[in-house]
């Protein structure tokens, strides 16, 4: 029994002794072969990178800032400073840039080997653009849907991309490309749903790319993600001159990664950011980037629901700032407070020749107030100041004001549509005689002559007004005419006492023409007269304006067409008696 167990012993140990020399000798070859295949990985990734290494200088670049960009270029591909492969050093730099910009460890582009093998590649081009090779390679590698559209347009001056989806992976893969692209000036991006993240891709490119000169990535959903981001990138830029990142979605914080932009740029001339929701906080904090500023010369801020403190704020900015010649702030509500505060910047500042102001809740006492600081500007030449609630009197008072300070160098005042009186197109005529190429834009002239008018009894659609609710023809009109009924109240009611008698309303509505014979004018205040004094009195106006809203509310959900409904029949009879009534005269 112990000889049988000593024999199976040994037979073990035999086994054992064998089973451990062919893992030896197995692990021996395949460590042999692994050497080998690396080394050949090696040597092969070797000689793609020298294959595919930039070394084609781009024979174009006019101007002398990029003729020099050029010539670093060529000293860079001498010392083999495009090799990212094998650079450790610049890819160090580039990851440590990449962390101030985002604020984290960006690697998006590091996992992608600009010189991979050539399987990636769906044709073997020889006069193939470099950046249109790294496309080709990075849809491969993330896995991005490949298009023709944007392949085609990397070897060219401008990429436009209008209305295409750009999902993460597309934007990473297109971002990539444009990394080492030295052909692209202008980059446009529009409605392609890229979002804050692949806003990150392409704020990495202006961190890296120094051809760029124009982008324009407007409604993309960018968000807060997205401004902060490409913001950052901005800050160490200095080769982009032109910036539109309009209908982003930023709203008032934001506007601090653009103060913070606006402090370290200084290569940046046009910057569009309409369309957005910086609001009141955010447009105090907008202009305290804006008046430390010297190099901006184009800002627009048109429908961003600027108003109050932040409207103040940008006319403050405004009188420090003497750099910025064109300003679109439309599409806003600057009203007195900052209208008052854009008078005293067109006082100071003698550098803006281009201002868009229009529809910004400017009344008559705004239009006055900002005449005080227009008489003492010689250096603004355009001036926009449409659907803004002003009367004639108001439009006839900037051309008074132009034609008694001859300093004023205004060469055009745009009113849009707003309705002038004779005396307005008198002096027009005058000063188109002293001016040579002095313009304005305007609606029409009106001559009415409401003794006469009211014995024409034979006007069907006057009829039809007099048959319909007073008080919706008289919001209607109101509405049409851009009429601030409140307005009109309050300069009407000259004792402050609250409340308008019976001829002091019905004077107040002849003065802005209302196509409302007197008949239906006694209609309208006996329905307006709640409480049957003989008097309007401001609550009164303000229940009829709230009744208008209701009905119109009721309307609008409704299933009839608006133009089937009273409202409707109103309006197109409006139209047709003020056609007939008065004598229109076209500019």
Wanted: hydrophobic share 35%.
């Amino acid at each position: 029994m112990d000889t049988m167990e000593l024999r199976q012993g040994s037979v073990m140990s035999d086994i054992t002794k064998k089973a451990k020399s062919s893992q030896r000798r197995t692990s021996l070859l395949t460590r042999n072969n692994n050497s080998t295949s690396i080394a050949a990985t090696s040597m092969k990734a070797q000689a793609l990178a020298n294959k595919y290494r930039l070394s084609k200088t781009p024979n174009k670049r006019d101007p002398p800032t990029k003729v020099l960009r050029i010539k670093k270029l060529n000293e860079m591909h001498a010392s083999g400073a495009f090799d990212i492969k094998n650079n450790a050093v610049e890819k160090a730099k580039l990851r440590k840039q990449s962390e101030w910009t985002t604020g984290q460890n960006f690697d998006e582009f590091d996992e992608f080997d600009f010189d991979e093998d050539e399987e990636y590649y769906y044709v073997d081009n020889n006069d193939e653009d470099s950046s249109q090779k790294i496309y080709t390679e990075a849809c491969k590698e993330f896995g991005a849907k490949y298009m023709k559209l944007i392949y085609n347009q990397l070897a060219k001056e401008t990429l436009s991309l209008l209305s295409v989806v750009l999902r993460t992976t597309d934007s990473k893969a297109f971002a990539t490309a444009l990394v080492k692209n030295s052909s692209i000036d202008i980059l446009i991006l529009e409605n392609n749903h890229i979002g804050g993240r692949g806003a990150r891709y392409f704020a990495e490119v202006l961190t890296r790319n120094t051809y760029l000169t124009d982008v324009k990535i407007v409604e993309n959903h960018l968000g807060s993600e997205g401004a902060e981001a490409i913001c950052k990138a901005l800050c160490n830029n200095n080769y982009v001159r032109r910036l539109d990142l309009s209908g982003n979605g930023f709203v008032e914080d934001d506007a601090l990664f653009f103060k913070d932009m606006l402090d370290e740029n200084h290569a940046l001339r046009e910057l569009y950011l309409g369309h957005n929701e910086f609001r009141e906080r955010g447009g105090e904090v907008f202009a305290d980037g804006l008046a430390t500023n010297d190099f901006l010369r184009v800002l627009d801020l048109s429908w961003n629901h600027l108003r109050m403190g932040g409207a103040t704020a940008i006319g403050k900015a405004l009188q420090v700032n003497r750099h910025l010649e064109k300003l679109d702030i439309s599409w806003n509500g600057f009203h007195v407070r900052g209208a008052i505060t854009m008078s005293k910047a067109l006082e100071t500042n003698q550098a803006l020749s281009y201002l868009d102001i229009s529809c910004n809740r400017l009344t008559d006492a705004c239009v006055t107030c900002l005449l005080q600081g227009l008489k003492h500007n010689s250096t603004l030449r355009v001036i926009r100041m449409a659907k803004n609630p002003m009367f004639p009197e108001s439009a006839q008072r900037i051309l008074e004001c132009v034609q008694e300070n001859p300093n004023i160098g205004l060469d055009l005042i745009d009113l849009g549509d707003q309705s002038v009186n004779e005396k307005f197109y008198e002096i027009l005529s005058d000063l188109k005689t002293k001016r040579e190429g002095f313009k304005v834009k305007y609606g029409v002239v009106w001559k009415a002559d409401r003794e006469v008018l009211g014995k024409q009894d034979d006007d069907e659609d006057e009829d039809d007004l007099i048959n319909e609710d007073p008080l919706l023809v008289l919001m209607e009109y109101a509405r049409m005419e851009n009429i601030s009924l409140v307005e009109l109240f309050i300069k009407l009611d000259s004792d402050k006492s609250g409340s308008l008698s019976r001829e002091e309303f019905m004077d107040g509505l002849e003065q802005v023409n209302i196509p409302m014979r007197r008949k239906a004018l006694n209609r309208l205040i006996d329905k307006m007269d709640q409480d049957g004094d003989g008097e309007i009195d401001f609550d009164e106006l303000m229940d009829a304006q709230e009744e208008h809203k209701e009905k119109l509310k009721e309307y609008l959900q409704g299933d009839v067409p608006l133009d089937e409904t009273e409202i409707g029949r109103i309006d197109k009879s409006l139209r047709n008696v003020m056609n007939k009534r008065y004598i229109m005269h076209k500019f």
